[in-house]
């Protein structure tokens, strides 16, 4: 499995690249702040961006980030579950900053790739 990553931090001034990052893309992570309500409200555009170039040929994984700051949440993991399910995605949420959730992202989107396993076997990397 090849991985290739393009992050356009979701500014305005990249969305013209989009098609061109992912008009050979098999998955698209599409990641909100939950401390920013309007990143949150911005994942539908996203989605919809990747859906125009892609069709239904595509996996995507909506992502709650910055867990860490649960003190300043603004986004109820909920709201994530359900926005995930209205648009028919997967979800998780994560945080970069400590790495919560971080592999299990990867591993889950990498188990809905055509071919893999669905149950990846645990290392002992993952192991605590």
Same mark, same amino acid.
């Given at each position: 499995?090849?991985?290739?990553?393009?992050?356009?931090?979701?500014?305005?001034?990249?969305?013209?690249? *989009?098609?061109? +990052?992912?008009?050979?893309?098999?998955?698209?992570?599409?990641? +909100?702040?939950?401390?920013?309500?309007?990143?949150?409200?911005?994942?539908?555009?996203? *989605?919809?961006?990747?859906?125009?170039?892609?069709?239904?040929?595509?996996? *995507?994984?909506?992502?709650?980030?910055?867990?860490?700051?649960?003190?300043?949440?603004?986004?109820?993991?909920?709201?994530?579950?359900?926005?995930?399910?209205?648009?028919?995605?997967?979800? *998780?949420?994560?945080?970069?900053?400590?790495? +919560?959730?971080?592999?299990?992202?990867?591993?889950?989107?990498?188990?809905?790739?055509?071919?893999?396993?669905?149950?990846?076997?645990?290392?002992?990397?993952?192991?605590?």
């Amino acid at each position: 499995v090849r991985l290739q990553l393009w992050d356009t931090a979701g500014q305005e001034r990249f969305r013209s690249l *989009i098609p061109s +990052y992912i008009r050979d893309s098999t998955i698209a992570v599409v990641v +909100y702040d939950i401390t920013n309500l309007n990143s949150f409200q911005q994942t539908s555009k996203w *989605i919809d961006d990747v859906r125009t170039e892609r069709g239904s040929d595509v996996i *995507i994984m909506l992502v709650g980030n910055k867990t860490d700051l649960a003190d300043k949440r603004q986004i109820t993991t909920e709201e994530g579950e359900q926005r995930a399910k209205e648009l028919n995605v997967m979800f *998780i949420e994560t945080s970069a900053k400590t790495g +919560y959730n971080v592999k299990q992202l990867f591993r889950r989107v990498a188990a809905a790739l055509p071919g893999m396993d669905s149950t990846p076997e645990k290392s002992k990397e993952d192991s605590i």
